[in-house]
């Protein structure tokens, strides 16, 4: 082979280097994002979280508790029902953040199955579900909200009975 020849193949296998390295470095650049905007979606949620849960009395909502657990919900105070709806809120926010960072290959299936079944459980109880009425979600987990509302209105449910 030739100079010439061997000159050409040498820059064809460059190019070819070249391209594979800027595809490498165009991927590991997404990665970065895709792991940036998750860190920053679970900071708003956390800050979330810790507004609503700061907003609720613990002794309210442990009295609203054990009202439903008792099966006396007509029973809840205007007081209790709103902490009831913010410790909700702080629920919804975590499960919403738990389905993002689980789409983002972040959360294992196992963690997100329990997130679901969390969901379930909120809903099977008619009053979540009143709370939750005109709320708006990303259209990927509103999806994932209609579904578990539907089941947890459609199934009984054992979620709410005290445990022995």
């Not at 460059?14 to 860190?39: P, R, T, W, Y």
């Not at 909120?122 to 979600?137: I, K, M, Q, V």
């Amino acid at each position: 082979m030739d100079s010439a020849k061997l000159n050409d193949w040498l820059q064809v296998v460059g190019i070819f280097a070249l391209v594979a390295s800027l595809i490498f470095v165009g991927l590991q650049m997404k990665q970065d994002h895709e792991i940036a905007l998750s860190g920053i979606y679970q900071a708003r949620a956390q800050m979330t979280i810790d507004i609503n849960l700061a907003s609720t009395n613990p002794a309210e909502f442990v009295s609203a508790t054990a009202k439903i657990y008792a099966g006396a919900i007509d029973e809840i105070t205007p007081e209790e029902l709103v902490t009831l709806e913010y410790n909700l809120a702080a629920s919804i926010v975590l499960i919403e953040n738990n389905h993002y960072q689980y789409e983002s290959g972040f959360l294992s299936d196992s963690h997100w199955t329990r997130s679901r079944r969390d969901l379930y459980c909120l809903f099977s109880l008619p009053l979540n579900r009143t709370l939750l009425a005109g709320w708006e979600f990303r259209p990927e987990f509103q999806k994932v909200l209609d579904e578990e509302m539907d089941r947890a209105a459609n199934a009984p449910s054992d979620c709410w009975k005290p445990k022995n």
